[in-house]
Each structure stands twice: as C-alpha cells, then as structure tokens.
C-alpha cells in the first residue's frame, strides 16, 4: 500500500540486477537447467538470438572459459557488449555461412547445446505473435540441424496456442525427446513456454538446407512427419520449486539494511 507502480516491478528484474545478468531472462534458463540438467556434460554450446546477452551470461558461467573447459558462441543480427568466455558472431541465423562461422570457432567440432530465447516484436495479435515465434523457432531449428552433434540438445522459446501441436510434431522428427516447459520465472499469464528438445537424431536421408524452410520437407520417422499436418501432444513440466519466486506477483523491494528502496529504469 502506498507503493508506486515502479515499486511492485518483478522481483526477477531485481534479482538480475542484484546478480550482474543482463536480463531477468537469464533465471529461465537456470530453472530450465534445475529441471533438464541441460549443461550436464556441454563442452560447445550455441545461443541463437542472443541479445542483450543474459543467456550467454549463464552459459558462460556455467561451461565458458575461464570456469570451465566449453566453449560458447552467441549470435544475434544485432551487436552485443562483449562477455567473457563468450565467441560472438553479427550474422542471421538463416544464413549457412553463420552457421559455417559457428562450427569454425569450434574448430570443426559440433556443439552439444543450441539454444534460443529470441521472440519477434510483439503486436498484440495473439495469432500474428505465435506464427511468428513459430517460424523463429523453425530457423533456430534449422540452424541447429547444421551445428548441433547426435544426442545433443535443443531448447527454443515458444508460444503456446492452437496449433502448437504442429511445432511439437516437427520436432519430433529429429529429438527423440520433447517436452514443453514453462519456468517459474515465466509469468502464467504470458503464452510463452520453452521446447526442450533432446536426443538430436535426424530422419534417415534428411539433406542439410538452409534454403529451405523445415516445414516444406516432407521427411517422417515413426508416427512424427513434416509431410501434412501432423500433430502431436507433448508433456509439459513446470520448472522452478515453491520456494522459487513468483513471476506473476509483486513482492516488498524493503532492503536487508533498512535502506530505502532506490528506483533505477532500465537502460
């Protein structure tokens, strides 16, 4: 009571600030890690639309050099402050000289991570916003079929409405795993939730093609095919215990010390 509406902002944009991330973003991640034991075993790991970097940020500590023996490549079209332990690459990620970049910086080796929180400028047209996550997730997934090993791991922001099922059912054809997960640090009332997708195993006689987008191959194994409109229902995982936060709630932004709350905007 008697707060004002800076006051009550979420408590994860505090907390990033508190712990030097880029963007309160960085904690899905790490709820997504909790849950997923994502770098377990990740040497080379790809953040596909990385700007501003809060990702880059977890991945490099988690794996980068100089906490570990991994390495980490960002690539955005924008450019990005420079982190540690962090290879960055100004390029589009439908582009196979990107992706040419990206295996060279590994030095012919693939990665064992590719992840993607990119989202387009939201206009409000919920329909217009999911199609357009849609094919942001399908380029983010192309890519990865260019860089990511066999057993690797792909992880992509998405939006949930009608006809995720598709997307569910397009994944499926090349991980032999995917769930649908939505971090604490997600508010609820957001659409967005993330495909986690792991055990990277492409069709047989699948042709790499940046060319094209997936959904015009027409490629199958098992029941799952990008030939016709399949759909396929996927588990979904809430990551984050109790304990954690609330996105959805305000929370007193009082200080340890008893020092007055000090509003800062963001850059």
């Not at 004002?4 to 790490?30: H, I, Q």
């Not at 770098?39 to 970097?53: I, M």
């Not at 999911?130 to 260019?146: D, G, K, P, R, V």
């Not at 792909?154 to 569910?168: C, E, P, S």
């Amino acid at each position: 009571m008697g707060r004002t509406s800076k006051d009550k902002r979420d408590v994860y944009y505090r907390l990033a600030k508190e712990n030097g991330w880029r963007a309160r973003s960085a904690f899905k991640l790490l709820q997504l890690d909790e849950e997923f034991r994502l770098f377990q075993g990740v040497t080379r790991a790809v953040d596909l639309c990385a700007a501003p970097g809060s990702w880059s940020q977890v991945l490099s500590r988690k794996i980068g050099s100089p906490q570990g023996s991994g390495h980490v490549v960002a690539v955005d079209l924008q450019a990005m402050a420079p982190l540690p332990g962090v290879l960055q690459i100004q390029g589009d990620i439908t582009q196979l000289s990107t992706a040419e970049d990206i295996i060279r910086l590994f030095e012919g080796c693939p990665a064992d991570l590719v992840v993607c929180d990119g989202a387009p400028d939201v206009t409000g047209l919920h329909e217009l916003d999911e199609y357009m996550q849609a094919q942001l997730l399908l380029a983010a997934l192309n890519i990865a079929t260019h860089v990511l090993k066999p057993g690797g791991c792909f992880v992509a922001k998405i939006f949930r409405g009608q006809d995720v099922t598709l997307i569910y059912s397009q994944l499926h054809v090349f991980f032999s795993s995917v769930l649908c997960a939505k971090p604490r640090s997600s508010r609820k009332a957001s659409s967005e939730a993330f495909a986690v997708c792991q055990g990277y195993a492409p069709p047989e006689g699948f042709l790499l093609d940046l060319t094209k987008p997936l959904p015009d191959c027409s490629y199958s194994k098992g029941l799952h095919q990008l030939d016709g409109p399949t759909h396929s229902i996927v588990p979904f995982v809430t990551c984050g215990d109790l304990s954690s936060y609330d996105s959805d709630l305000g929370y007193p932004l009082d200080l340890e010390d008893g020092s007055e709350h000090k509003y800062t905007p963001p850059m």
